[in-house]
Nanobody, 122 residues
């Protein structure tokens, strides 16, 4: 069974920083890509940033220049460094991984973490 566990959320004042971490565990053959999504109250879940196993990154326009995604392939971990946070960044942040579990004839499958709350006060 595969699990994604996030950590690092919390309450921060506008202009502050937070670092989110996510570790994938379980019977994993390979991880194609990992990333972060967020969902604010009353809104749909949206992309924040993604990173492939080769290190290629993609950011939402709202994250460019202030957020940095990184990955440790040896630890099956992904990180999101968020700087100069704004109140509109308040949301539940979800870790995502597209990976191949160690199951006979399995293919790449999407997995999600439980989410971690990020609250930015003005």
């Amino acid at each position: 069974q595969v699990q994604l566990v996030e950590s690092g959320g919390g309450l921060v004042q506008a202009g502050g920083s937070l670092r989110l971490s996510c570790v994938a565990s379980g019977r994993i053959a390979s991880i194609k890509a990992m990333g972060w999504y967020r969902q604010a109250p009353g809104k749909q879940r949206e992309l924040v940033a993604t990173i492939t196993s080769g290190g290629s990154t993609n950011y939402a326009d709202s994250a460019k220049g202030r957020f940095t995604i990184s990955r440790d392939n040896a630890k099956n971990a992904v990180y999101l460094q968020m700087n100069n946070l704004k109140p509109e960044a308040t949301a539940v942040y979800y870790c995502h991984a597209r990976l191949v579990p160690i199951v006979l004839f399995s293919s790449a499958t999407d997995y999600w973490g439980q989410g971690t709350q990020v609250t930015v006060s003005s």
